[in-house]
């Protein structure tokens, strides 16, 4: 997993590629909470998902575990460019409607 974060003072986005497994799940859950953590005063955050595919399960435990994480923290975490296997895993596991009400 790879990524590219971006921060300008009320903003920030976080771009990811690579393949998203549970390792690789605990350390961006790991990411999003210490860039949190870091910037309290950020009022968005986007994770954008465009070159990122879930393997397994484990993937999308991993992507809940984000979802969970942002809600927390009452930070409106938003997921743009999902490839279409991780759209239809998302709507199999009907949690597709949460992630939009936190975008």
Same mark, same amino acid.
């Given at each position: 997993?790879?990524?590219?974060?971006?921060?300008?003072?009320?903003?920030?986005?976080?771009?990811?590629?690579?393949?998203?497994?549970?390792?690789? +799940? =605990?350390?961006?859950?790991? /990411? #999003?909470?210490?860039?949190?953590? !870091?910037?309290?005063?950020?009022? &968005?955050?986007? *994770?954008?998902?465009?070159?990122?595919?879930?393997?397994? +399960? =484990?993937?999308?435990?991993? /992507? #809940?575990?984000?979802?969970?994480? !942002?809600?927390?923290?009452?930070? &409106?975490?938003? *997921?743009?460019?999902?490839?279409?296997?991780?759209?239809?895993?998302?709507?199999?596991?009907?949690?597709?409607?949460?992630?939009?009400?936190?975008?």
């Amino acid at each position: 997993m790879q990524y590219e974060y971006f921060f300008d003072g009320s903003e920030a986005d976080i771009f990811l590629s690579g393949c998203l497994d549970g390792q690789t +799940g =605990s350390e961006l859950v790991e /990411l #999003l909470a210490k860039a949190i953590a !870091a910037h309290p005063e950020c009022e &968005r955050w986007c *994770l954008n998902l465009g070159q990122v595919e879930l393997k397994d +399960g =484990s993937g999308m435990i991993s /992507l #809940l575990r984000c979802l969970q994480l !942002a809600l927390r923290h009452r930070v &409106r975490l938003q *997921l743009s460019g999902m490839t279409r296997k991780t759209q239809l895993l998302l709507r199999i596991s009907r949690v597709h409607s949460l992630f939009e009400q936190t975008a």
